[in-house]
């Protein structure tokens, strides 16, 4: 009985290594991607002179819908690549467990489509940044401790710009500033990351 458990046990253990070997090869090209399509909706927003509130939220709207097919399909051709099936089980956990901070970012931004005049966009790249981390984190289950580290960097983040701007120790931004403070957040360390990523990869054993 004890050798059988021990095998399961053991067995379990080897899934969930190479479980997170696979995320982690995953995550590199789709931060890359998410960090490349934040940089550049950020330099369209800064070029454009800045945007009405409501023309901000939607440029940055359609910016996250493509980030994440972008990065959908990354992950795609590497299922198809590796022979492996693309909506497994595991997969459909980690969409589970995104999907609540998700959907409250994106509630956010339909708030701001609807009530431009409200918008603060300080108070909001704070909670878009804060909405995501806790999705980041969420997901980072099956991935390595560097993951969980960003996602409450992102997390912290999200909660400091929130208060700050609350305290009045930061003053309201304007749309090409807010375009480069979310190029820096969603542009600038998703690529740094993703680079990192990329240069620490361990080659797959033969």
Not at 48 to 75: E, N, Q, S, T
Not at 86 to 99: C, D, E, K, N, S
Request: proline residues 4%; contains cysteine; glycine residues 14%.
């Amino acid at each position: 009985m004890d050798s059988k458990w021990a095998a399961e046990n053991l067995q379990t253990i080897r899934t969930l290594m190479e479980r997170t070997a696979v995320y982690r090869r995953a995550l590199a090209p789709t931060m890359l991607v998410s960090g490349g399509v934040g940089i550049a909706t950020a330099l369209l927003g800064w070029l454009r002179g800045g945007d009405h509130p409501g023309g901000f939220v939607l440029l940055w709207l359609g910016a996250a819908i493509i980030a994440l097919a972008g990065a959908m399909l990354v992950i795609r051709k590497q299922a198809l690549g590796a022979a492996e099936p693309f909506w497994t089980a595991p997969t459909r956990r980690i969409g589970q467990a995104v999907l609540p901070a998700f959907l409250a970012g994106a509630a956010v931004a339909v708030a701001g489509v609807l009530r431009p005049d409200r918008i603060d966009l300080a108070c909001l790249i704070g909670a878009w940044t804060l909405f995501y981390g806790l999705g980041l984190h969420a997901a980072a289950f099956f991935m390595q401790r560097g993951v969980r580290l960003f996602s409450w960097v992102l997390i912290l983040s999200g909660i400091g710009l929130i208060l700050v701007r609350c305290g009045g120790g930061l003053h309201e931004l304007d749309g090409k500033t807010a375009c480069l403070w979310m190029g820096g957040i969603f542009g600038a360390s998703h690529l740094g990351y993703g680079i990192y990523l990329r240069l620490t990869e361990r080659s797959p054993s033969p």
